[in-house]
């Protein structure tokens, strides 16, 4: 039985990308631990380390060239999952908000 929304995180198994999909992981299950259905990790090779929920791509290393930091990716799965939900200091203020002055 698939619980969704599904979020899954396929990293290369050749190099050995194992634990930080598993860090990854926890840190969404962390955040969203009512919100998420399902969290899968799905061995994969060639340097991939995708991450998608419900089918759609949100993040893949090769495309951005490299990995998401932590909070941008906590926003990306909030906008879909629970857009009203506030993250505390994983919110990052738009571009040119006061009090950023140079």
Do not use: N
Request: proline share 6%; with cysteine.
């Amino acid at each position: 039985m698939t619980r969704e929304p599904r979020l899954e995180i396929e990293y290369c198994t050749q190099c050995r990308w194992l634990m930080r999909a598993a860090w990854t992981a926890q840190e969404l299950l962390t955040t969203f631990p009512q919100e998420l259905g399902e969290v899968a990790l799905v061995p994969g090779t060639g340097g991939v380390f995708d991450v998608s929920l419900d089918g759609e791509l949100l993040w893949s290393r090769k495309a951005e060239g490299g990995f998401a930091e932590i909070p941008l990716l906590k926003q990306m799965v909030r906008d879909r999952i629970a857009p009203d939900r506030k993250l505390g200091h994983s919110d990052r203020k738009p571009t040119g908000d006061a009090g950023h002055g140079m």
